[in-house]
């Protein structure tokens, strides 16, 4: 997440993912549901061999961030409103994670969209369609397909979307793969405050 909030402000993270910078001066509040994500476990790496992998906690600790950074232990989908006005709100490929298809895209969206203040910023980088099957799942999306979440009190300001590109095997998906990246940056314009 890019925390663009003053120390008095609160930022969140709509994400199943577990990185999480903080800036100086900055407080950030990261929700995590994935409990090796936060707090470490053997993983699965490329040529069959296992290792420890930190968690989000443990890491913080190393950065020497984690007195900056609250960490949530929740469904971000499905926990009670946090009650945050946020400056800004950050997801990084989360959305294709089957564990997050329960629920439409739309309502994932939504949830952040809730989070920011106006004036406040949501970003997304998202993994668009490659294969045939991930056409028929709406969790690959491409940039243009989000626009109409984003009307009313919102403006996109940047869509973007990479060419496909082959990743190297790493934990999670230990075979090399295709992707092709989508980014979404766009602003919540509107006094209104009626999303809580």
Request: charged fraction near 20%.
């Amino acid at each position: 997440m890019s925390p663009l909030m003053p120390p008095s402000r609160w930022s969140a993270r709509a994400t199943a993912s577990s990185s999480c910078p903080a800036a100086a001066g900055y407080r950030v509040v990261a929700i995590e549901r994935d409990a090796v994500a936060l707090h470490g476990g053997d993983v699965h790496l490329p040529g069959d061999s296992q290792a420890h992998a930190l968690g989000l906690i443990d890491r913080l600790k190393l950065e020497e961030l984690h007195e900056r950074v609250e960490v949530v232990e929740d469904d971000f989908l499905n926990g009670e409103p946090l009650g945050l006005q946020c400056d800004a709100v950050w997801t990084s490929c989360s959305w294709h994670y089957s564990a997050n298809h329960h629920r439409p895209l739309g309502e994932f969206v939504d949830r952040m969209q809730r989070l920011v203040r106006p004036g406040g910023i949501f970003g997304a980088e998202f993994v668009m369609p490659v294969e045939r099957r991930h056409h028929m799942i709406e969790h690959y999306t491409p940039p243009e397909r989000l626009h109409p979440h984003f009307i009313g009190d919102w403006e996109v300001l940047l869509p973007l979307r990479t060419t496909e590109f082959t990743e190297r095997a790493h934990v999670g998906q230990l075979h090399d793969h295709t992707h092709r990246m989508g980014l979404l940056l766009a602003a919540r314009t509107s006094t209104l405050t009626d999303h809580f």
